[in-house]
């Protein structure tokens, strides 16, 4: 599972890493940066396989355009990279690709009775981009609500210790495939690949990570395991 992650670099940033822009109007919806502490029901930016150039801001948790209320966008943060071709996610792996931006993100290990909060991070918090589905939904009233999820995978060997499911990370050089709507959705999971041991590592954080009210700076600053649970963390 993955519901918690970070997204603290400048637009400009983005924009450069991407080779993608904001609309001048979502920007001021986009807003404020950065968010230490990103959580399920944020507003954040996504790359569209049907704009890739563009960012556009989406509700985190997926709202299927059948469902009859918004409240199952809750249950829809995460797709299992297993299940996409069942009938909840396959039309929108058929159709609707995306990227979604991070530079880090949360899990907890059990270690006893204790939750250890871990930011996962790629080479010291470079950006990179989850894969994930998103979705176009009319509510009842004609509210329309653009949402994401994000596709997880079993964690590789360095990252199952904390966690035995991480993101589906994409390689920079898998990120415009991903988008390419001339791949199937068959063709397309075929870039989903176990991501490299080197490239990859976390590190113990505040628990106050656990609660969505907090979001500053210090969440993802290192915290050093202390007491009984400093020999296990890293075992």
Not at 25 to 46: G, K, Q, S
Request: a neutral charge; hydrophobic letters at 40%; one cysteine or more.
């Amino acid at each position: 599972m993955c519901g918690r992650s970070s997204l603290t670099k400048t637009e400009k940033e983005l924009e450069a890493r991407f080779q993608a822009s904001f609309y001048s109007e979502d920007l001021e919806r986009y807003n404020p940066l950065p968010n230490f502490n990103v959580a399920p029901t944020h507003i954040m930016p996504i790359i569209t396989n049907l704009d890739p150039t563009h960012f556009r801001p989406m509700k985190w948790g997926l709202i299927p355009f059948w469902a009859k209320d918004a409240k199952l966008g809750y249950k829809m943060i995460n797709a299992r990279i297993e299940t996409l071709d069942e009938k909840t996610f396959k039309n929108s792996l058929e159709k609707r690709r995306c990227l979604v931006p991070m530079d880090g993100y949360y899990e907890w290990k059990v270690v006893g009775k204790k939750k250890i909060p871990h930011r996962i991070v790629i080479e010291h918090g470079k950006l990179f981009a989850a894969a994930g589905l998103w979705e176009k939904w009319k509510s009842p009233t004609g509210e329309i609500i653009e949402s994401y999820t994000i596709i997880t995978q079993p964690a590789i060997e360095k990252m199952a210790h904390i966690h035995d499911r991480m993101p589906a990370i994409l390689l920079p050089g898998q990120e415009k495939d991903w988008l390419d709507s001339t791949l199937s959705g068959k063709e397309a999971l075929q870039l989903i690949v176990p991501y490299p041991d080197e490239m990859i590592d976390a590190y113990t954080v505040s628990d106050r990570v656990g609660k969505v009210s907090e979001n500053d700076k210090a969440l993802i600053e290192e915290v050093k395991a202390i007491g009984e649970f400093q020999g296990d963390l890293f075992s």
